[in-house]
């Protein structure tokens, strides 16, 4: 039985990762080749993730293999990783994924969408519709989940990066909404209305600007609702997952407020 674990959020500007009892022990830009500290910040680090995709295995590998030596030690036969992904990532993507993290020797491999993980540590604990919007560096995603899973989702490859910041709040706001409203035109069991009676969960680093989240909530005519340090949701909520696991046993699925299994 799996007695330690890890859970990571590779986001396209920052890595972040998550241990059981110890809470935030990486979050920073690395650069795979560095002989430095874990979790020391590097202004030209290598970025082996781009628009949520790895674009470069090997450099990743280094990267997750840096972060599991430091936090589990060079023998993980009885650990577990979890890892969030985008929500569209494709089956490419999660199973490059699932290869990565396979190669560093663990019990079992997790890889769950980050709206999952999200949810996990911010929604309610209820099993009605729930909207996640993540506003990333390189992504954003409108995902809408009912009783714990994937509904419907929206993806804009653009993000905090990308835009002005003159012009930022409209721009991403206006992103969110065709999202939304795209969504709503499809929903034909008002899902999406309850969702938004309920308050969309906001996650990333465009959910730490109040003048992002104030504008959204006007538009969307209801309250947000926000974790302690939204920038770290999603790696929250894995490392929630994983802590369920190992207490449990639970698939990260079972793990989620409101799912019926």
């Known amino acids: 039985m799996a007695v330690r674990g890890l859970a990571l959020d590779l986001g396209s500007s920052r890595t972040r990762a998550w241990v059981p009892g110890r809470g935030l022990v990486t ?6 080749r560095s002989d430095g500290p874990l979790g020391s910040p590097d202004k030209n680090a290598e970025r082996p993730v781009r628009r949520g995709r790895i674009i470069d295995p090997e450099s990743c590998g280094l990267l997750l293999g840096r972060i599991a030596d ?7 036969a009885d650990s577990v990783i979890v890892l969030s992904h985008p929500v569209l990532a494709g089956a490419v993507q999660r199973d490059a994924a699932r290869e990565l993290l396979a190669g560093l020797g663990p019990m079992c491999v997790l890889v ?28 954003t995603e409108v995902t809408l989940l009912v009783g714990g ?8 490859e653009s993000g905090l990066s990308d835009l002005d910041p003159a012009t930022l709040p409209a721009v991403l706001v206006a992103m969110v909404l065709d999202m939304v409203t ?23 680093g465009g959910a730490l600007r109040s003048d992002v989240t104030d504008r959204l909530a006007r538009c969307l005519g209801t309250r947000v609702r926000l974790a302690g340090d939204p920038s770290t949701t999603v790696v929250r909520g894995a490392g929630q997952i994983l802590s369920s696991v190992l207490r449990h046993g639970l698939t990260p699925a079972a793990a989620l407020p409101g799912h019926p299994r």
């Open 27 to 32: 979050d920073a830009l690395f650069d795979s």
């Open 70 to 76: 430091a936090v589990l030690g060079p023998d993980r």
């Open 112 to 139: 769950l969408s980050s709206a999952r993980a999200a949810a996990a540590y911010a929604g309610p604990r209820d099993a009605g519709p729930l909207l996640v919007v993540d506003l990333g560096a390189e992504l």
């Open 149 to 156: 899973r994937v509904a419907d989702a929206r993806q804009a």
């Open 182 to 204: 795209s969504m709503w035109r499809q929903d034909r069991h008002g899902a999406i209305r309850g969702a938004l009676r309920k308050g969309p969960v906001l996650a990333g």
